[in-house]
């Protein structure tokens, strides 16, 4: 809730939660399609617990930065909600 007589600046805050949903977008975008499937011939030169590192990517790597940008991005929103006075 904002403070009375203090007005939300609306565009500021959408103008940063498209900022925020696209950067994170583009690393969702780099890890599964880019890490699993162009550069997968690239990163199988590498190999964690035995397995390629590009399949792993496509298998679990991928999985754990998901989960992990989820968490980021509720960390994120919480701020940007404080930051602008926005209830969430």
Known sequence: MSEPGYKIDGKGYWREVIRLTL??????????????????DLLDNLSIGGAPLGFWFAQNGSIYVFVGLIFYYCRAMNRLEKKYGVEG
């Open 23 to 40: 950067s994170l977008l583009v690393i969702w975008f780099a890890v599964s399609y880019g890490a699993g499937i162009l550069f997968r």
